[in-house]
């Protein structure tokens, strides 16, 4: 079974401070991706990553960035927590190709509240 | 860009019965993937099922099916014999194959099953 874990569930952050998460997935997927989950406005994307050292934008990336040094690992900073990215962060990775390819798995999620 | 809409945001079934998800996308390309993921509360988003739009044939995964509509761009899920442990948040997606390909959400639908 494909196991995508998220290094914290719940995070208790102040205004100002850098936030990391960090999602690890341990099924060689090339793709991963940062989801932030909020009520009445489903999944939006943040951040995706096709490869190491390879970052795309995505929906609603202002306020955040990523890194992937390596293929199995993708982490989510906040430069600077702010009140308005209090919410739910979901990290998913994906296979490109094959019987199972572009299905998105997800991580457990990461409630993250900034005081 | 597709878009994915959830017109309901919640529904209500009696153990035992049968509901259907409704769910319309809109895209212009003819190369996508339909999926249909379940969320329990607190708990890990987990794949329901997924329909590749060239298939005719409606997916079904054991009580879970599909009435993929393609002409109508409907993709609704159909739950037969409704047991507790479905109640759950369901969200409906859109990827579209190809470079940078990203996987659109609705707005998702909280199912709640009575006992």
């Known amino acids: 079974d494909v196991k995508v874990t998220q290094s914290s569930r719940y995070l208790v952050k102040r205004t100002g401070e850098k936030v990391f998460l960090e999602c690890v997935q341990d099924m060689d997927h090339e793709n991963m991706f940062w989801y932030r989950q909020d009520p009445g406005l489903g999944l939006r994307l943040i951040y995706f990553s096709y490869d190491v050292k390879m970052k795309e934008k995505g929906d609603i990336p202002e306020g955040y960035s990523v890194s992937r040094e390596k293929k199995e690992r993708f982490s989510l900073i906040l430069e600077s927590a702010s009140t308005n990215q209090t919410s739910m962060y979901l990290c998913a990775s994906s296979f490109w190709t094959g019987p199972k390819g572009e299905t998105q798995y997800f991580g457990p999620g990461t409630r993250l509240l900034v005081l | 860009a597709q878009t994915v809409t959830q017109s309901q945001p919640e529904m209500s079934v009696q153990e035992a019965e049968t509901v259907t998800l409704s769910c319309t996308y809109d895209t212009s390309e003819s190369d996508y993937y339909l999926f249909w993921y379940k969320q329990p509360p607190s708990r890990q988003m987990i794949l329901v099922i997924r329909q590749e739009a060239y298939k005719q044939q409606n997916a079904t995964e054991n009580r879970f099916s599909v009435n993929f509509q393609k002409a109508a761009k409907s993709f609704s899920l159909k739950i037969s014999d409704s047991q507790l442990g479905d109640a759950a948040m369901y969200f409906c997606?859109?990827?579209?194959?190809?470079?940078?390909?990203?996987?659109?959400f609705g707005k998702g639908i909280t199912l709640s099953v009575r006992p």
């Open positions: 997606a859109c990827l579209v194959t190809g470079a940078n390909s990203k996987l659109t």
